[in-house]
Structure formats: structure tokens, C-alpha cells
Antibody, heavy 122, light 107 residues
Framework: EVQLVESGGGLAQPGRSLRLSCAASGFSFDDYAMHWARQAPGKGLEWVSGINWKSGSVGYADSVQGRFTISRDDAKNSLYLQMNSLRPEDTALYYC???????????????WGQGTLVTVSS | DIQMTQSPSSLSASVGDRVTITCRASQGVASSLAWYQQKPGKVPKLLIYAASTLQSGVPSRFSGSGSGTDFTLTISSLQPEDVATYYCQKYNGAPITFGQGTRLEIK
């Protein structure tokens, strides 16, 4: 059974940093692209960042480019999102998502974690 | 960036009705289009990918069609458990973008 368990969310002041982690199990982690997506309260889905298998290419939404960094550790079956210079508009439930193939940009997504809530407020 | 626009934004239908949701891309995305279902308080679930391929385990009353810029998700006979918000997503290159969602309720 595929499991994706996010952690690291919480309350942060504007301008501060948080690091999200995602522990994956139930599949061959290093064979698949992975993503972070988010959903602000009562709003729709937004892609945040994706990373190819074997730590290949990465991509970011314009809204987080230059502030967020995605990475993966295949030895630990883990995905990370370093979030710097946080803004109030980054407040959302952040999901770890498994791609259906190896490309973050050219494959759909087939499993989602339960999410970790990030709140940015002074 | 390619924008995805869904219509309607919300709809109400009766059990047993045929329901159609439309997704339009601002530029062609070939068949790189997926549909997700998000039930209230739950995480999204992949229903359809490659515009018309049903994900394993998804009931056959769900179907997808289209290519290029115009796509549809059809529920052939609406069931009470289909109450959810439905999102289309394009994945023919970054950035990956979603439609704004269509909220489906039972009349």
C-alpha cells in the first residue's frame, strides 16, 4: 500500500523558514517523480514544485520560484520542501504527491498524502 | 502559462442523472489531461489520465474525452457518493496547472 506521510508544518512568521518532509513507503520511491502541491483554506489545488526520479530536473510554480527548494533522498525514501521567505499567501495545506511516472512535468499524479498545514502569520 | 477553465463552477443534479463537466485549455495540451475527485474533507483522487484512461479501481460510470483544448468528464449515472469537487489538470510541461474546480451536489 502506498503511503505518503508529511510532517514539518506549523505556524511561521512572515519572512521565516520551514522545512517540510514526506516519508514514502509501499512503492519503489526512486522510480517515480514526486511533487508538492498545496490548497489554501476553501480554495482549489495548486502545484508548488516537482522533481524527477533520480533527483533529475526540478520545477517550481512562479509563486514560489526562488524561495522554495525541493529535494529528495532516495536512500531514505523521503521528499523535502525547504520554504524560505514565507508570505501570508503561502498559508495552505501542503500535500506530498506521487507521480505516475518518472517525469514531474509529463506524468499525472496517482497518490496523495494527507497533508501538513502551514500557517504564515505574525 | 496555460490556463485551465472549468465549467460550470458548480452544479446540482439528481441521482441517476448524466453529468458532464467541461475543461478548456488556453493552448493545446494534446491528451495530457487528468481529472481528480476531491470529496469533502478528503484528499484528491485520480479518476482519469491521458484524457480518457480510467485509473484502476475507478467506477466505469466515470469517463473522459477530448484532446487539444477541450475536454469533458462524464458521470453516466450520478450516485450519492459522487458528491465532490472535480478538478482538471494539465501535465504537458511545467508549470502544471489545475482548473478552478467544479462542485457537484445532489439535488
Amino acid at each position: 500500500e502506498v503511503q505518503l506521510v508529511e510532517s514539518g508544518g506549523g505556524l511561521a512568521q512572515p519572512g521565516r523558514s520551514l522545512r517540510l518532509s514526506c516519508a514514502a513507503s509501499g512503492f519503489s520511491f526512486d522510480d517515480y517523480a514526486m511533487h508538492w502541491a498545496r490548497q489554501a483554506p476553501g480554495k482549489g489545488l495548486e502545484w508548488v514544485s516537482g522533481i524527477n526520479w533520480k533527483s533529475g530536473s526540478v520545477g517550481y510554480a512562479d509563486s514560489v520560484q526562488g524561495r522554495f527548494t525541493i529535494s529528495r533522498d532516495d536512500a531514505k525514501n523521503s521528499l523535502y520542501l525547504q520554504m524560505n521567505s514565507l508570505r501570508p499567501e503561502d498559508t495552505a495545506l501542503y500535500y506530498c504527491v506521487k507521480g505516475r511516472g518518472y517525469s514531474y512535468a509529463y506524468d499525472p499524479w496517482d497518490y496523495w498524502g494527507q497533508g501538513t498545514l502551514v500557517t504564515v502569520s505574525s | 502559462d496555460i490556463q485551465m477553465t472549468q465549467s460550470p463552477s458548480s452544479l446540482s443534479a439528481s441521482v441517476g442523472d448524466r453529468v458532464t463537466i467541461t475543461c478548456r485549455a488556453s493552448q493545446g495540451v494534446a491528451s495530457s489531461l487528468a481529472w481528480y475527485q476531491q470529496k469533502p474533507g478528503k484528499v484528491p483522487k485520480l479518476l482519469i489520465y491521458a484524457a480518457s484512461t480510467l485509473q484502476s479501481g475507478v467506477p466505469s460510470r466515470f469517463s473522459g474525452s477530448g484532446s487539444g483544448t477541450d475536454f469533458t468528464l462524464t458521470i453516466s449515472s450520478l450516485q450519492p457518493e459522487d458528491v465532490a469537487t472535480y478538478y482538471c489538470q494539465k501535465y504537458n510541461g511545467a508549470p502544471i496547472t489545475f482548473g478552478q474546480g467544479t462542485r457537484l451536489e445532489i439535488k
